[in-house]
Structure formats: structure tokens, C-alpha cells
T-cell receptor, first 113, second 115 residues
Framework: AQSVTQLGSHVSVSEGALVLLRCNYSSSVPPYLFWYVQYPNQGLQLLLK??????LVKGINGFEAEFKKSETSFHLTKPSAHMSDAAEYFC???????????FGAGTRLFVKA | GAGVSQTPSNKVTEKGKYVELRCDPI?????LYWYRQSLGQGPEFLIYFQGTGAADDSGLPNDRFFAVRPEGSVSTLKIQRTERGDSAVYLC?????????????FGPGTRLLVL
């Protein structure tokens, strides 16, 4: 069975600091991996996704994530946090042979001025 | 272009009542998904459709929940005999086709409160 673990339900960084949101997954087959962002009172928006090929994936708003098979991880990073990055972030996994998406519990990012 | 829309945005009902939640996917999207998001949790898969047929309804919690998509576009999630534990945000998403790598586009959700 697939599962997703996001380490840290809340992460707080200062504006301009590195953002690191951790995600580990469990999957019996090669996965597709996703990061979504949810701003208050808005729907989930795709930040980036890994399907095949290059393991370092670049997304919108300066975010990127690296698929590390040996560590079963897909951590999300951004070199310099902006106040507008404050939101909830969800990591998700889907089997390459399936269509059901499993989401993590989410990490709320706070950005301090 | 228009995104995924969901109506109503908020629904308050009493325990035991019947509710219907509507989802309008992006035009041309053949795949449609329903999720439920409880407070402090990530979205939980309920059901997905390819065209008019439910391809996988294994996430529906029990037989009080049912979803239809009769013409392959708009979908309705129906909940009978609502319980307080059904209170959550119900999310709908659509994608161009039913394929693992396809991007799902989410609507803003319907917030259901069962009193």
C-alpha cells in the first residue's frame, strides 16, 4: 500500500531563508510524486511533479524537489522564502500503474518578516 | 479559461438529512476525482470517473455515499443520512485524461457542516 509522510506539521522560516519541507513515501512500484500548495480559501494548486527522467524537478514560484529513490524521499526546497510563500503544502504519491492519489497530512509554512 | 467549480461553497445541514454536492470540471477533461479533506489532514481519495463510469469507488467510506456523472461532465456527490463525522471539505478535481502522470486541477471545495 502507498503512503506519504510529511515530517513537521508546521515549519517556520524567516523571509529570505531556505525553505525545506520534507516528504517520504512508500510505494511498491515506481511512483509519480507531486507537491501541491493550498493558500487560504483557495483550491489546491500543483507546484511540481516527478514522473520520469530527471530527478531534480523545478516548479513554479522558485520551488524545486529532488526524487531520491534510495531514500524514498521527495523533499521540497526554495532557496529564499518570501512572505507570499506562507501556505499549506501537500506531498502526494500515485502508482505508475494506477490513478488513486495518496496525500500526506500537509505542512503549514510560516514566513516571518 | 474556467477552472473547476464546485457548488455550493458552503453547506450546513442537520444530522440525518440528504445532501448533494456538485462539481463542474474543466471543459474537455475526461477524468474526474472526488476527495474529502478533514481538518488538519490531507485530501483523502473517494472516487474517480473516466467519462461516465466510476473507475474506482474504493474510497467511498460506506453506502451512504454515492456519486454520479451521467453525461461525462458534471458530477454530483450524494450523501444520505448525514452524520456529524461527514463534516469536511469535499474537493473535486479533473484531468485531461485518466493517466498516472496527468495533472489534476482542483476546485475550491464545498465545506460541509453537519449539525
Amino acid at each position: 500500500a502507498q503512503s506519504v509522510t510529511q515530517l513537521g506539521s508546521h515549519v517556520s522560516v524567516s523571509e529570505g531563508a531556505l525553505v525545506l519541507l520534507r516528504c517520504n513515501y512508500s510505494s511498491s512500484v515506481p511512483p509519480y510524486l507531486f507537491w501541491y500548495v493550498q493558500y487560504p480559501n483557495q483550491g489546491l494548486q500543483l507546484l511540481l511533479k516527478y514522473t520520469t527522467g530527471a530527478t531534480l524537478v523545478k516548479g513554479i514560484n522558485g520551488f524545486e524537489a529532488e526524487f531520491k529513490k534510495s531514500e524514498t524521499s521527495f523533499h521540497l526546497t526554495k532557496p529564499s522564502a518570501h512572505m507570499s510563500d506562507a501556505a499549506e503544502y501537500f506531498c502526494a504519491v500515485r502508482n505508475t500503474g494506477g490513478f488513486k492519489t495518496i496525500f500526506g497530512a500537509g505542512t503549514r509554512l510560516f514566513v516571518k518578516a | 479559461g474556467a477552472g473547476v467549480s464546485q457548488t455550493p461553497s458552503n453547506k450546513v445541514t442537520e444530522k440525518g438529512k440528504y445532501v448533494e454536492l456538485r462539481c463542474d470540471p474543466i471543459s474537455g477533461h475526461t477524468a474526474l476525482y472526488w476527495y474529502r479533506q478533514s481538518l488538519g489532514q490531507g485530501p483523502e481519495f473517494l472516487i474517480y470517473f473516466q467519462g461516465t463510469g466510476a473507475a474506482d469507488d474504493s474510497g467511498l467510506p460506506n453506502d451512504r455515499f454515492f456519486a454520479v456523472r451521467p453525461e461525462g461532465s458534471v458530477s454530483t456527490l450524494k450523501i444520505q443520512r448525514t452524520e456529524r463525522g461527514d463534516s469536511a471539505v469535499y474537493l473535486c478535481a479533473s484531468s485531461l485524461q485518466l493517466a498516472g502522470q496527468e495533472t489534476q486541477y482542483f476546485g475550491p471545495g464545498t465545506r460541509l457542516l453537519v449539525l
